[in-house]
């Protein structure tokens, strides 16, 4: 996260996920959309900067839409931006992009496979989609 973001920047904000497959599949897909689907207008930041209390990652969160996306159902990257008093205008599951993928085998928690990629594509193709809403100041979907 640089300094100066945007005034209408999304922020899209991964779990951290470490050691999880799906952990993995939120964080490449957050690359994805801010390098390069939506890189204008999303930026990420550290979920730990967050979570630890860090000023300017609670300033962020607190100034800007935030898309969340959570490996698992404990959504800790949800759940951490609004107790840091930020507004989740989309949260995503990535669990819940398998259910198009039933059989799937995404790959380990260092590696993505074929599957793993495709379904991580689509999820930042969704997430890229929110945030232009987002900019224009219509509501995620």
């Known amino acids: 996260m640089g300094n100066e973001l945007a005034e209408k920047s999304v922020l899209i904000i991964p779990c951290s996920g470490i050691g999880k497959v799906h952990g993995l599949m939120s964080r490449e897909a957050t690359y994805l959309v801010t390098d390069e689907l939506a890189p ?3 930026d990420t930041l550290c979920l730990a900067l967050l ?3 860090d000023s300017d990652a609670l300033a ?3 100034n800007h839409a935030c898309i969340t996306i959570d490996g698992c159902a404990k959504a800790c990257a949800e759940k951490n931006v609004a107790i840091a008093g930020g507004r989740v205008a989309k949260a995503v599951q990535v669990a819940e ?3 198009n993928h039933r059989g799937a085998k995404p ?3 260092t590696a993505l496979t074929d599957d793993g990629w495709i379904i991580t ?3 930042a193709g969704a997430v890229a989609s929110n ?3 987002l900019r224009e100041g219509e509501e995620a979907i």
């Open 121 to 123: 594509r689509e999820i």
């Open 97 to 99: 992009a398998f259910k």
């Open 51 to 53: 979570v630890k209390g």
């Open 40 to 42: 204008g207008y999303t």
């Open 60 to 62: 962020a969160v607190r």
């Open 131 to 133: 945030a232009a809403r």
């Open 107 to 109: 790959g380990n928690a």
